[in-house]
């Protein structure tokens, strides 16, 4: 560690002396706390600015959106941790967020991925219609299923994907992701003949692409958002526990003969 | 799992149906997305309901508080996880988000935990001062240190601490346990002989207790806030990696021989 | 990293050069591949030395006692992580390690370390009933349940434990620390009037005492041991998925109004 | 979970009664302690039966192989999470295991699928140069590298490549899967016009495959026998810390302006 010649290990996240904070070139003290809310924070850590009000009106939406979602496998995941280890909040939390992946977080990161790739280099002339019919097909033809369409629960549409998008809209975030993401289920529909709406993860991977979120970081959005809902779902385990139960339910019928 | 009767499994968390979504009693799409802010609903997450103007200021304070310390152990060791598992994001933050324990986050713990106890089944009369002179004389006595008091880096004050406390005074949160805590610093002070100033985890506590959150669950908004300093640390990593310098220093250091 | 001085940073783990991989001063391929048992390797790598037969058949038991519990909430915790990030085998039995905290592995820690610190710097004249007899009182006084004794479903007695003690007693591991396990067994069962037998993680911990495995890392004999469980459960959830219907009922159940 | 006519949850892993444990059919107490090694049970937890000595010694070898490589990024984000949670060994482990992933782990899974992908449904008279020839190829042309061929430090061959090769000939694995894995380093030198001997992790999942472990579980490999490793580098940490100076080399560097 000392005589080797390598690479400086810099950061620019932090920095910290007697007396000033700073956090992405501005002071904790002065200029974030009281001023600035969480999700701007947030906002901050990954961009490197605050955000305009219509960016943080967009922002903040996606991330409410991936919040809560009731007892989940993740939710779950975390209560029961939390039964074996209540001295470690922090360990229920993480084994709730290792949930968060391809399945779930991954579909919108799966969603800007797709977007990313297929209008990076392209300019406004973009023929998105166009663009939209390659990657239905390409899909079909691979047999893989497109991320952002359609929902189990949510039908015929989710009601998250219009609010989203009007949203976007209102604040000047409906381009080109957003125009591709819609071209691309008009598209599915037509091709597979059955009904194939942008689900949430959809909206939320093609917004995270117009506020230039890198699609590597979309899944982070929904590790952030879920981190809150899980803390909120170990309080409600600590006021009325539910892991001793499942747990039985779930032992004795597994080990019945 | 079937024939057992059992405990009702019942969460307050959320619900959805076809066509609406519910988060803690409020309709999701209706109610809170483009409404409200990740903060309050984090607020609403933990509390079951909004907050007032003055307890979103406060809470969002307390939680921008938490998000960004540069290169903590936390965030190192987010970035080697991910160099070894970059198909996991929520892996990384996982794994420094497991590292926000008894020595980091759960000062905050440590200190709301002291606050609430002493102040269980008092009513306004109490005297803090009195309260104060017990707690430190216990800890004394017990040789164990004062959760919220003192700072390696930050001396002789927290910056952090009298932004905190004037924040809570602005919005009505400057309470008991405020006032305890104050006075613990001051008695410390007095009864071991050197500055000992209520840190930025002590004001943490303080206020968080103000807010009624149970102690057992403050540890969690450390936990909320380091999630959103994890993803932007991976996203400098994924930009400008540092694991594999850090890792090629340290294992040439420690097998010369 | 560079001008510092600070401490060297030295570990005598392991260390390789382009032919010879060197493990706790043992070479990897000469002396470790092939010739030592995985059992004996975790052992070498505790204590810094193999075992000697005895020492083997010991340690191995102890481990291969805490491997397997059926469907604990901790690989119910795994099973339902892998549902939502199958790409992240490592990442569902960390969540599943992570339930193995203060109430499961800790039970051996505490059996552990109340032994140990009964113990420290004690010599062969201890008088072991006398201690058991501190220990049972100073447990009442204070209303903490003693841990290694009783089981909520082994009774009257837990089927590993005598089995345990036979074969720490056969292979010369029946020494001071078993022999208070058990006083404290005796002696509570007096004090509380009803059967208090050592349990399996009594007796673990009182043998990894004979062993000198200090007991802050007796907890690891547990983590080990159910890596490999989890490990199964994971490759039974791949063949014979259970994970989506135990969502499914919880969340069915936990949202009906 | 109780009206719901659904799937039911079913594991052969194992079960318990007052006097009887049952782990994958055999009986715990009688069967298992004291006559069994871990390594061994490893392989009934995964196998469902107990293996031949044959199979014991090629099994043993693989995950001793495993264990220990020194001061790992996942090693040194298991001594900083501890850093931060010392309450939480389990914590610190699982952060360690959360870097077990596509990197590391991943390569002896991508070694094994490869060959399981390619040998599936053929029989003894499949040509494996000729099929060595196609991976070879398939692999340029998508110019993605092939999973354990090469080594960063073993030069110009792995020491543990011909001892697992060996002991899995002595004992009557080395079948078709080790093999093809020889050729696809035959073909993959001849075809790139450099050196690329098989490493130890594409040893590794030749001979899982050889023993007929499903290629999605070799991870699982590493996995066991990392756990190992890192409850001892946490132990060294306990005795001689290095969280703490690794922590504030690096921050001061990175912060420093």
Known sequence: ?????????????????????????H???????GKVSL?????????????THQESTVFNALAVTLVEHGMTPSAIAARLTYFGAPESLQGA???GLLGIGDRFGGSVEEAAR?????????????????????????HKESKRPIAGLGHPIHRPIDPRTPKLFALASENGFSGRYVQ??????????????????????????????????????????????????????????????????????????????
């Open 114 to 138: 797709t977007l990313q790739e297929a209008l990076a280099g392209t300019g406004a002339e973009v023929d998105v219609t166009e663009l939209a019919r390659k990657i239905v097909a390409t």
């Open 93 to 95: 939390v993480a084994a």
């Open 39 to 51: 999700g701007d924070m947030a906002f901050l850590e990954l961009k490197g600015r605050l955000p």
């Open 180 to 257: 591709l993401m819609k071209a691309i289920s008009v598209e599915a529909e037509r091709s597979h003949g059955r009904v194939l709406p942008v689900n949430a993860t959809g909206a939320i991977g093609a917004i995270a692409s117009e506020l230039d979120i890198p699609w590597k970081v979309t899944r982070g959005l929904a590790v952030i958002a879920r981190a809150i809902g899980l803390v909120a779902h170990i309080q409600e385990e600590l006021e009325e526990p539910l892991a001793a139960e499942i747990w039985s339910r779930i032992d004795e019928e597994s080990s019945a003969r």
């Open 1 to 25: 560690m000392t005589a080797r010649k390598g690479k400086r290990l810099k950061s620019d996240m932090g920095s910290s002396t007697a007396d000033r904070i700073v956090v992405r070139g």
């Open 27 to 33: 002071d904790l003290v002065e200029d974030l706390i």
